[in-house]
């Protein structure tokens, strides 16, 4: 009697590849979301595969998807990085962002069912929750759901998917200016939500483009906001002059 090892069935094979190659995906996901990754950084697949306790085959098909999602760059000499921000080319893409979630919000009011709607107000459900808990990792993750919901309710999945690819390249955007200015349930931003809804459900496609272009817009304006802030502001550096004229003795 064979009393070896049982072989495992091809398809449990490719459940547990596929899993591997999920979990790897997620984790670099997040870690380049928020920066834990740098841009530019270098990915090596032997090293990621040591880290993820797997072969470099489901590392290899993550960097892939990774690429996809305008994440990470794989050059010709199969080398990848992390994608790197070019600043000179922040207009365009804000420029870009703009123009297709005003597409895609405007086509939801006009070709939404009854599912995109559930989709879309629960998807805005746990944003809220996220916001409330004042965890950004998980707001932002549950912003970029929410307005993929309303993109898939245009019913155009070209504009869906490069709407998508623009979504995540800015998170990493959205983390560096959300974890340091924050993001709280009264501000405009957060409120546009539950409008954007209504006129989605009203089947308003003009007031939603109006408000998907608001929406644009503050992103802008808080992400430029973060830009020029400066910490050294609330500083005060006093001269020697000063310290000398301090501590003499009064007259």
Request: cysteine-free; charged content about 25%.
């Amino acid at each position: 009697m064979n009393i070896g090892k049982a072989a495992t069935p091809a398809g449990s094979n490719k459940r547990i590849k596929g899993e591997r190659q999920k979990l790897v995906y997620q984790s670099l996901r997040k870690e380049i979301q928020t920066l834990a990754l740098r841009p530019g950084e270098a990915l090596d697949e032997t090293t990621l595969a040591r880290k993820f306790n797997t072969s470099r085959s489901p590392v290899r098909e993550a960097l892939i998807k990774l690429a996809g999602d305008g994440l990470v760059v794989m050059l010709p000499n199969r080398s990848t990085l992390v994608a790197s921000f070019d600043l000179l080319l922040l207009p365009k893409y804000l420029d870009a962002l703009s123009l297709l979630q005003r597409s895609t919000h405007h086509l939801a009011a006009l070709n939404r069912r009854e599912d995109h709607l559930a989709a879309i107000k629960e998807a805005q459900s746990i944003f809220l929750s996220s916001v409330g808990e004042q965890s950004a990792t998980a707001a932002i993750e549950a912003n970029l759901k929410f307005h993929l919901a309303i993109s898939e309710a245009s019913g155009n999945p070209y504009l869906t998917h490069a709407y998508k690819r623009l979504l995540n390249e800015g998170i990493r955007m959205q983390h560096m200016h959300i974890e340091y200015l924050g993001w709280t349930p009264d501000e405009p931003g957060v409120m546009e939500h539950q409008a954007m809804i209504e006129t989605i459900q009203a089947r308003d496609p003009n007031a939603a483009e109006q408000l998907a272009r608001s929406h644009a817009e503050q992103f802008d304006h808080k992400f430029i906001r973060f830009l020029s802030h400066r910490l050294s502001e609330h500083i005060q550096i006093n001269s020697y002059a000063d310290r000398k004229t301090a501590d003499a003795p009064p007259k």
